[in-house]
């Protein structure tokens, strides 16, 4: 066995580890139970999900997002540059990294999400810790997160140029993986299970879909 692939064997086993991890934590939180519900239905639940996984993540439909809208373009390319990063991860794990050669059309546009990505979060980081309210809401999980992660997608556009750099890729995704359960990373399966929560119970409650 190669270091090569030494490596790549430690990336899918700390790839199941995280994921296991995940389900242990969404189990647990789900093992609180759900309160009995007595009033009638003012609306539907499954209409509130598809609100809020759809209309309800827009700008205009999030205040948050609405003022500031530097914040949430960063956000969305950060977002957009980290699956990417994960997506050529999993190419690299089978072997697959040949269909996106940097001078084609598909490899530029990887390399685009992830430049867009690394600016993304850099962005966000900076303007976590030179924004008052926001510096003082921080804690050191925060920066590591972001840096583990922007690092990451940082040589995973490093790796679409120059193979040499996939060892250091391959050792990142590795304490990226590991930290994933045990941080705010987390919120990777979280938001899912709490934004079908939120849908849920407004859209039973007959609040969401909004109505204006």
């Known amino acids: 066995m190669t270091a090569m692939e030494a490596l790549r064997i430690g990336v899918v086993v700390c790839g ?23 009033a009638p239905a003012a609306g539907s639940a499954a209409r509130g999900v598809f609100y809020a996984f759809g209309p309800g993540m827009s700008p205009m439909a999030k205040e948050s997002t609405r003022t500031h809208p530097w914040a ?3 956000g969305v390319a950060y977002h957009l540059g980290v699956f990417a990063a994960f997506g050529y991860l999993l190419l690299l794990l089978i072997g697959a990294e040949r269909v ?18 690394v600016l993304g979060g850099l962005g966000l980081l900076v303007r976590r810790f030179t924004t008052a309210h926001l510096r003082g809401l921080s804690v050191p999980d925060d920066a590591v997160a972001n840096l583990l992660t922007t ?43 709490s934004r079908r929560h939120l849908g849920r119970h407004f859209g039973r409650r007959g609040t969401f879909p909004l109505r204006h």
Do not use: N
């Not at 995280?18 to 007595?38: C, D, E, M, N």
């Not at 750099?165 to 938001?191: D, N, Q, S, W």
């Open 151 to 193: 690092g990451f997608v940082a040589l995973a556009g490093a790796r679409l140029w120059s193979p040499a750099l996939e060892p250091a890729l391959l050792a990142t995704a590795m304490l990226l993986l590991c930290y994933v359960p045990l941080g705010k990373i987390r919120h990777c399966v979280f938001f899912f299970v």
């Open 16 to 38: 199941l580890g995280a994921a296991v991890a995940l389900a242990v934590q969404v189990a647990r939180a789900r093992a609180f139970g759900r309160r009995p519900l007595y």
């Open 72 to 74: 949430y373009a960063l």
């Open 100 to 117: 996106l050669d940097p001078a084609m059309l598909p490899g530029r546009a990887l390399g685009v999400l992830l430049f867009a990505g």
